[in-house]
């Protein structure tokens, strides 16, 4: 465990991580520390339409492994070949060797039809879902432990690998577990696929394009 991180240290370390899960299992108290830290996000309304659906089931993680590599065969095909190329070594899961699989999802009628503050801006509920997973991210982070959104995916089959009633969909699939490291570099940026780019490319003030 990273002890005692201030938040903008986690902020700066935290990583997607895809190839520096150590293969052991996170620790149960360290899981439900980070659920918890989840489960305490700002939601709209109260409505906290959040649910995590916690895999480790081998069988499970090997489906959803050999599903997300059909779907990154399908995005390889569907690249340029200079696209291809620049594709072709990264690695996009940590799916089995993280051991955990956490499936996020989302239920739209939580709250009931009266939801407080999603009357005319109805992403609001799936904003609220994702503030819990960056919590998650953050939580994770300061114990030492990798998270690896995967979103190579048809919700379709997520939906019934894990076996999502009508109207609950899935948002993401988290793989978690113990790291070697955190890398510094974005791996997007380390193997050249997609710099960032700075904050004040990303400031306007008083109206959208002015610096
Ligand atoms: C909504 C969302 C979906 C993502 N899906 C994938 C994915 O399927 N596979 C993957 O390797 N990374 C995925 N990522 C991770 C991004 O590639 C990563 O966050 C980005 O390159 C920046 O790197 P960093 O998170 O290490 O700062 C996803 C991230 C987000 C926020």
Redesign the pocket.
Known sequence: MVAELTVYEAIRL?????AEFTGARIDEAALWRILDAAHRAPSVGNSQPWDFVVVRDPRRLRAFAEH?ADQRRAFHESLPPERAEVFDP????GIAESGTGIVVTHDDARGGPHVLGRATVPETGVYST?LA?QNLWLAATAEGVGV??????DPEFLTGLVGLPAGIRPV?WLCVGPVREF?TV????RFG??R?RPLDAAVHQESYGAR
């Open positions: 935290r990583r997607d991580v895809r997300v990264i690695k996009i899961e994702v997973i690896g959104w995967v979103s190579f995916y993401a890398q974005p791996d997007l940026e696929w997609r960032g």
